[in-house]
């Protein structure tokens, strides 16, 4: 079973930065990908940037350029470094781990509002 713990939410001023981290632990067997979904009130989950277990990096057009997702591998903390943050990048993050044994785990969330 995998737990996946996010932080490194709040609020900021737009033109801000703020840096998410998504901390995994529990048996992790045949890790694929780790990424970032977000949620903003009343719209669906959206994909905000994945990575492999190679190290692809995936980026959905609205963050890319601003976003920046790493990671040193299975075990340690996951980031998404967010740059240059905009009022409607305000959502609830969370944050998956994709495995061929055990699936898609997800976080908690945690809250990145965004003042204008």
């Known amino acids: 079973q995998v737990q996946l713990v996010e932080s490194g939410g709040g609020l900021v001023q737009a033109g801000g930065s703020l840096r998410l981290s998504c901390a995994a632990s529990?048996?992790?067997?045949?890790?694929?990908?780790m990424g970032w979904y977000r949620q903003a009130p009343g719209k669906h989950r959206e994909l905000v940037a994945t990575i492999t277990s190679g190290g692809a990096t995936n980026y959905a057009d609205s963050v890319k350029g601003r976003f920046t997702i790493f990671r040193a591998n299975a075990r340690n903390p996951m980031y998404l470094q967010m740059n240059s943050l905009k009022p409607e990048d305000t959502a609830v993050y969370y944050c998956h781990l994709d495995s061929a044994v055990t699936g898609r785990s997800w976080g908690q969330g945690t809250q990145v509002t965004v003042s204008s």
């Open positions: 529990g048996i992790i067997r045949s890790f694929s990908a």
